[in-house]
């Protein structure tokens, strides 16, 4: 008896400790990926597809410093080179977001020229965009001298009528006279002194201005006029101060309720997420709800469409310097970041995302010098062809995608993934291999909501007292920490992310590539984006060959870190050609009996 209770505390314990696991890894689903000593990719081409969403498509902000400081020329525009060479390589049918500073057109109120140039300037971009069938997301920002509470032009405005006509000026011209495809985004990064000097309801009032313009003009032209925001710094925050556990504090919850009560419209949702984690979007909520999925609670609850765009409005690699070189001597890093950033964002079901920015900023002028552009910007070399960043090919080979996405084909690795698709005549797959440099802190960042205030105090007492490096790195034992379980269980889950990407940020990676049923010869490319170029990079196959048909094709692919490879299988005419005329003669020259005929025969 002693012996079978004996065998039944040990299968107890067994199975707690199973179930604990299995219960671990379902609250933490987007942890128990691992990093496979080679990774298989199996895709059949017949299998189902769906259309690729929007969320893929090579969108961007197209702030930059630009090439002119004249008066009269947008300051937050990038040059018109550049917007040309991305519309001549990779066209504007997406969405894209533009700044449209209202301190500096009415800055120029006393000279009407330069004023003028300066609307026609926006207008010549926006028109580009609309004219190829893209959306501008404009983003409104900047109070005129005058009509704010202080000569500032992050200041609220102090008399919501003059405000409001001039806003409304603005959106009759570009939208009702015009006929743009505009969605008007009412500011930027309001939860940050840098950018809103008022308070909360100074900000909602100034969405009620930009809204209820709208709104009017739509009644009275019969145009739908989008409009959005709040555009915080991250989803969670406000104005006074926020962080995750308690979201329900958020901007973007009180905008959402303030709608519902004055009756506007809210059409789109968007909020900036700089970071260097490709999972970012993951973050647990204490209402065991990704970030998406809450927000498209609150607008059901408020009785707004939950189906509504959830826009990521400004992203990039950030590990919290102005000037990286990972966004430009070592682009080849963001560039493989970008990817996964996007393939992680489409999981969680956010519908657009712009990544920040076109071109660089660099102005000794206004102390503003950012490298986050993918095209450098040199003001000391004005004249000089702005020079794109590896990172330039990564949207050149999104915008080489097809229309339609494998449902299967899933790569389930902590660091590699594979974005699929098919087009009309060929199949693409992009690869990217990408290392989070900071995986271990931002793992527990993004489950830090999901543990209980003294498990957050520890954990966050590890990281103040710098403690948390020795227990990543072995030199402390986390089963010696006076924790919960609960909390051991991620420490240990984020050191062996932190030992994983240690290894795979400098080993190389082998990816078996498995493809079934090729009916067709195919022409394969592949092109790459890695550290053998930073600049100026060649958008040219890497490798080419000929693909015949087969029921099974397998390949074993070696990837850097920090790269992205793009493979094309295209329909090959002159091949499929010389197959079917070799089909024909065979035809041609069978007989009963399969007997062939000697058509050299006197």
């Not at 969403?53 to 902000?61: A, K, L, R, T, V």
Request: a neutral charge; aromatic letters at 12%; glycine letters at 4%.
């Amino acid at each position: 008896m002693e012996n079978f209770k004996s065998k039944l505390k040990i299968v107890t314990f067994v199975f707690s400790v199973a179930v604990f696991v299995f219960a671990f890894c379902i609250f933490n689903h987007d942890c128990c990926a691992q990093a496979n000593e080679q990774p298989e990719f199996i895709l059949d081409l017949n299998s189902n597809t769906a259309q690729l969403p929007q969320i893929f498509e090579p969108n961007i902000d197209l702030s930059g410093r630009g090439t002119s400081q004249a008066p009269g020329q947008p300051q937050e525009l990038a040059s018109e080179e550049v917007l040309d060479t991305w519309q001549r390589d990779i066209g504007l049918g997406g969405i894209y977001r533009m700044q449209y500073n209202l301190w500096k057109i009415y800055g120029l109120a006393k000279d009407k020229a330069a004023q003028e140039k300066l609307l026609s300037a926006y207008d010549s971009a926006i028109k580009k965009v609309s004219d190829s069938g893209g959306i501008v997301l404009l983003d409104i920002y900047g109070t005129p001298a005058g009509l704010g509470k202080a000569l500032d032009r992050k200041s609220p405005f102090y008399d919501f009528k003059s405000f409001k006509e001039m806003v409304k000026s603005h959106i009759r011209r570009l939208s009702c006279e015009k006929r743009y495809s505009v969605w008007y985004e009412v500011w930027t990064a309001p939860d940050l002194d840098d950018f809103f000097l008022g308070r909360k309801q100074d900000y909602l009032n100034i969405y009620r201005a930009v809204a209820e313009s709208a709104r009017e003009l739509e009644l009275e032209t019969r145009i739908h006029i989008p409009v959005g925001g709040p555009s915080v710094s991250w989803w969670f925050q406000n104005l006074d101060g926020n962080t995750i556990i308690t979201p329900e504090r958020s901007l973007i919850y009180e905008l959402i309720k303030f709608c519902y009560h004055y009756r506007l419209p809210l059409d789109f949702i968007t909020w900036h997420a700089y970071s260097t984690d490709p999972k970012a979007e993951k973050e647990a909520t204490r209402y065991n709800k990704t970030p998406v999925a809450l927000i498209r609670d609150w607008l059901s609850y408020f009785r707004f469409d939950r189906n509504i765009p959830l826009i990521v409005d400004e992203w990039n690699f950030d590990s919290g310097a102005n000037v990286l070189p990972e966004r430009e001597t070592k682009a080849f890093i963001a560039s493989s970041f970008i990817l996964s950033r996007i393939k992680n964002m489409h999981d969680e079901g956010l519908n657009y995302q712009m990544l920040f920015s076109l071109q660089d900023f660099n102005s000794k002028e206004e102390n503003v010098v950012r490298n986050t552009g993918i095209f450098l910007f040199e003001p000391e070399n004005q004249k000089a062809k702005a020079s794109p960043k590896s990172s330039y090919n990564v949207f050149r080979m999104l915008s080489s995608l097809g229309k339609n996405i494998f449902l299967s084909g899933k790569l389930d690795d902590e660091f590699i993934g594979v974005i699929p698709t098919k087009g009309k005549d060929s199949f693409t797959f992009i690869i990217y291999n990408y290392c989070d440099p900071k995986i271990a802190v931002n793992f527990l960042s993004r489950h830090i909501a999901r543990v209980n205030e003294a498990e957050r105090k520890f954990l966050l007492g590890l990281i103040k007292q710098d403690k948390l490096e020795k227990v990543i790195a072995q030199e402390a034992d986390i089963a010696a920490l006076r924790a919960t379980k609960k909390v051991k269980a991620l420490l240990r889950k984020a050191r062996e992310l932190s030992i994983a990407a240690e290894r795979f940020k400098t080993e190389p990676r082998k990816i078996k590539i498995t493809v079934k049923n090729i009916k067709v010869p195919y022409l394969y490319q592949r092109y790459d984006v890695d550290d053998a170029c930073s600049f100026n990079c060649q958008f040219a196959p890497a490798q080419e060959k000929e693909i015949a048909p087969a029921d099974l094709y397998q390949e074993t692919l070696t990837i850097k870190p920090y790269s992205v490879s793009m493979i094309v299988l295209k329909n090959n005419p002159v091949k499929q050609e010389v197959a079917a005329v070799g089909q024909g003669e065979k035809a041609a020259g069978a007989t009963e009996g399969n007997v062939t005929t000697d058509k050299s025969a006197p």
